[in-house]
């Protein structure tokens, strides 16, 4: 786990800390207090749940990413290869037209 998530979580326990100390200080603080112990479980529910969401949205842009980047190369490559088959056959037009699968290809990634 990075140092700063590590950080950041800290800050976050010690702000609910001082939330709940001066909730404890004000009038509406007997009710907090008195709350039975499923309350508070549901709060924790509530806050993990919460940092879940924001995790699992950072791991899915992430991944997501990453696709996008093994995609764009794939394209490239394909770019290059094709180049390189034009610069072949230069002399000869009708060679680039042969290969059937290059259309076809080309064909998946055309909005």
């Known amino acids: 786990m990075k140092p700063i998530i590590i950080i950041f979580s800290m800050l976050g326990v010690l702000f609910l800390i001082f939330v709940v100390r001066l909730l404890s200080l004000t009038s509406a603080g007997p009710g907090i ?12 529910g509530i806050l993990f749940s919460g940092i879940m969401f924001v995790y699992s949205w950072i791991e899915d842009k992430r991944i997501e990413q990453k696709v996008i980047e093994e995609e764009g190369n794939k394209i490239l490559s394909m770019y290059q290869r094709d180049r ?7 002399n000869d037009p009708s060679q680039i037209m042969k290969d059937e699968g290059l259309d076809e290809e080309w064909k998946r990634y055309s909005l």
């Open 33 to 44: 207090v008195s709350a039975p112990w499923w309350v508070y479980i549901t709060y924790l």
């Open 84 to 90: 390189k088959k034009i610069k072949a056959s230069h």
